[in-house]
């Protein structure tokens, strides 16, 4: 069976992975987890701590963390230029743009999620940990608005697995109302824009929101974690 990707809802950053994966445009599905409600322990046994995204690989393994699975998608087919072989400058600067995206963009944002699950009376903690949140994405985005001001993409003069991963994650400035990244960051915001203009991303979107989707015909359905039972047992 070709692979599986668990994406998390809402607003997860496996979003870039699912991007990835209709850019390759080899066979895959997906499986939804809903992060705020499940805790399906049969999830746990694919994702010990239960994190998304994870990659059922064709063997039955599984792979965590978005940036080993970002790299993954862009070696089944370096001739799709999403990612570049190893050991080269190229692949060198997509590495450590992802990184930055991983630990600087995607970290600063931690503190916010915690808010956003708080309990509504939480006022005082929910201020603290989004006022934390902001102070640490605006260097982050500052940094990327830099990165941005010459190329016309993340890593390259073309699109990579960064770009895909960035656009999963940049968007939870806006979305957990924290930014305006017209305003603020214009290059960046420009950047998001002409993503969010492309085909895969907009069935990114949605997935996300259960919507019907138009894909690459690389997408070959969602299935259940029920239905993965066998296959997760062999
Ligand atoms: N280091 C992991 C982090 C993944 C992560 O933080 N996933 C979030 C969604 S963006 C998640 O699953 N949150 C639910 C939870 O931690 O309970 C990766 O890069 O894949």
């Known amino acids: 069976m070709e692979p599986v990707l668990f994406y998390g809802v809402p607003h997860g950053c496996s979003f870039g992975s699912i991007v990835a994966l209709e850019w390759l ?13 499940s805790r399906d322990e049969r999830y746990k046994r694919i994702n010990p701590k239960r994190q998304t995204p994870t990659l059922l690989l064709e063997d039955g393994e599984t792979l965590s963390e978005s940036l080993a ?33 991983h630990t600087e963009l995607h970290g600063a944002f931690a503190p916010a999620w915690t808010a956003f699950k708080l309990p509504e009376h939480a006022t005082k903690e929910k201020d603290m940990l989004r006022k934390l949140a902001r102070e640490r994405a605006a260097e982050t985005y500052a940094h990327l608005e830099h990165m941005l001001s010459n190329p016309a993409w993340l890593a390259g003069d073309h699109r990579t697995v960064a770009d895909a991963y960035l656009i999963g994650v940049a968007r939870w400035g806006e979305d957990l109302n924290l930014f305006d990244l017209k305003r603020e960051y214009p290059l960046l915001h420009k950047h998001l824009q002409k993503l969010q203009a492309d085909k895969a991303v907009a069935f990114a979107h949605a997935i996300e929101d259960g919507q019907p989707a138009t894909s690459s015909d ?17």
């Open 218 to 234: 690389a997408f070959l359905g969602h299935v259940t974690l029920d239905e993965l039972q066998p296959r997760l047992a062999a």
């Open 25 to 37: 445009g080899q066979p895959y599905r997906l499986c939804r987890i809903d992060m705020l409600a």
């Open 69 to 101: 699975i970002l790299h993954h998608i862009a070696a089944r087919d370096l001739g799709q230029r999403l990612g570049f072989l190893q050991a080269t400058r190229a692949f060198d600067r997509l590495n450590s743009a992802l990184s930055f995206l």
